[in-house]
Each structure stands twice: as C-alpha cells, then as structure tokens.
C-alpha cells in the first residue's frame, strides 16, 4: 500500500485531495496544524518545524497561507514564513521523495494570450509573490509543481462565497466589459495530485476543460443578473479600499488585486499536463448542479 503524505490537509484543497488519496486506496498521513478528513494526523506548523515525513512514500505539498490582505510589510512577511521558509523546511525533509508542489496561478501577471508555465513568474500581491518564490525553490528541487486557478468545488471558502457576497438590489455589478477566465473545479486539482508523481518534474498549468465568460459564470453562480459599471469607478473603489484596508489592517472589500482578477482576462494553457494523459473531469456546471440540489 503506497502511503501519502498531504500538507495543509485541514484546508480547502488539502482535504479534498487527502480524501481522494484514500479513496484510491492510498494510505494517508495529514501534516498541518490540525486534523485532515482521513488517515494519520501529524502536527506540523510549517513556519516552525521540520514535518515528520517518516514511512511516506510520497509527498503533496498543499499547506499555504492564502488571501488578499491589505499590502504592506506585516502581510509580506506572514506570507513568506509559510509559503517561503515553510516550503524550505518541506524540501529539507523531503530527502528525495518524490513531490508533487501545488503552486498558482497567482505567480502569473495577466496576459492577453493564453499563459504557459515558461511565462517569467512575478506575483501582484504578497500571496503572488510568495508563492512565486516558493515555486522556484520546488523547482530547483525537481519537484512537479501543478499552479490551478481560482479553485471551487464543495466547502469552497473563497470563490463562491465571495461573489454572492457582492449581490446587491437583485443584481450583481461586474467591472468593465466581459473577458474569459479560466477556473479548477477542486476535483481536478485532486486527479492531477495523484497523477502528478508519474510526470516529468515541470510545472504544470491545471485548469478544467475550457475557460469560462466572466458573467455567465458569475450570474449563474449568484442566480441574478450581471450589470457593468465603468472600470475607472471600479479602481477608483479598489484604491480607497487598499488605503482603507492598509489602516485597518483589515482585508478589503474590492482590492487593487481583486479588481485585476476580474478585469484582466487570465487563461492558462493546459497542454502540458494533457500531454501527461490528465483530462480535468469535472466542470463549473457540475458544481452549481450539486448546489443546488
């Protein structure tokens, strides 16, 4: 029986993949600071320690600080000692295992054209940045790095809760005029995981099938219509609410980051992974099928 050892497997994306870990048969250790859904817990605080990687065969690096915070050097510096620091420690006590390195597509600027993994990497905010780092310490390592986007599926904490939250009047507004994006439903994250091992250490961009138009998407995800305010209103929101934000030290509603999100068409190419034989499986209709039932 092959044992796995999944990182950040309390969190979004680590638990959905130390589930389907098991659910191959895989025997599963959880490292984190709290429990995963299956298997074996290990405590590990990645800013801290060494994990405990004793009788893993192989590992999944999936334990990262995420989210939008207010800029700033506080926040630069939380990102860096998980997702820097943390991922040096992992390296360290690796000691040749095979990797697989879940990154993002965060470590990516917008791009007209669809993204490919020999784009220079760079990083908008602390958590692009820092991630970006991390990513080529794995890389150097030899490790298979997969960089999703914008990942949803069940007990999604980010994607869908936060464009609900922008409901407003029966209605929700969008800035400027409808771009494509592309998304990765959390299931297909997971099949690249338990995939990856058997790939050539590279990055690989993982997405689902296709990319999807902005405000189709966010209207059926939100079961109202879209509505389009000007984009220079829209960062002039965004720059009051960083400022606002870098005060409060509070995340902001609408960020600088945030707003590029949805204005700058981002579209990752997944041939890479596809030459792999990996076929993302599952879609953002899927998901909004079993939302709703």
């Known amino acids: 029986m092959t044992t796995i050892a999944v990182t950040g497997a309390s969190g979004f994306c680590g638990s959905a993949v130390a589930r389907a870990a098991a659910a191959s048969g895989a025997r599963v250790i959880c490292l984190g600071r709290r429990p995963g859904p299956v298997g074996e817990h290990r405590f590990w605080d990645a800013t801290r320690t060494l994990p405990d990687l004793s009788g893993a065969d192989l590992v999944l690096h999936l334990a990262a600080a995420v989210g939008d915070p207010p800029p700033g050097r506080a926040a630069a510096a939380a990102f860096h000692a998980v997702n820097v620091d943390g991922t040096a420690r992992l390296l360290h006590a690796v000691a040749g295992r095979p990797l697989v390195w879940v990154s993002?597509?965060?470590?990516?600027?917008?791009?007209?054209?669809?993204?490919r993994e020999d784009q220079p990497l760079g990083g908008l905010t602390a958590y692009g940045a820092s991630k970006a780092a991390g990513d080529r310490l794995a890389s150097a390592a030899g490790a298979v790095i997969l960089r999703p986007r914008a990942v949803y599926?069940?007990?999604?904490?980010?994607?869908?809760?936060?464009?609900?939250?922008a409901v407003r009047g029966g209605r929700v507004l969008m800035p400027g005029p409808d771009i494509r994006l592309s998304l990765t439903a959390v299931e297909n994250l997971a099949d690249a995981c338990l995939a990856a091992p058997g790939w050539p250490?590279?990055?690989?961009?993982i997405t689902d099938a296709e990319p999807y138009p902005r405000d189709a998407t966010v209207a059926?995800?939100?079961?109202?219509p879209v509505r389009h305010v000007p984009?220079?209103?829209?960062?002039?929101?965004?720059?009051?609410?960083?400022?606002?934000?870098?005060?409060?030290?509070?995340?902001?509603?609408?960020?600088?980051y945030a707003l590029e999100q949805l204005t700058a068409p981002v579209v990752l190419d997944i041939s890479r992974a596809r030459a792999q034989g990996w076929r993302p499986a599952r879609s953002f209709a899927d998901y909004l099928a079993t939302v709703r039932t």
């Not at 599926?153 to 609900?164: K, N, S, T, V």
């Not at 002039?236 to 030290?249: F, N």
């Open 104 to 115: 993002s597509a965060s470590v990516y600027s917008p791009s007209p054209r669809p993204i």
């Open 231 to 256: 984009l220079s209103l829209a960062q002039a929101v965004a720059g009051v609410g960083t400022a606002v934000a870098r005060l409060t030290r509070r995340e902001p509603v609408l960020s600088r």
């Open 201 to 205: 250490p590279a990055a690989y961009n």
């Open 220 to 224: 059926a995800a939100c079961g109202v």
């Open 153 to 165: 599926g069940p007990g999604d904490p980010h994607l869908l809760p936060r464009l609900r939250r």
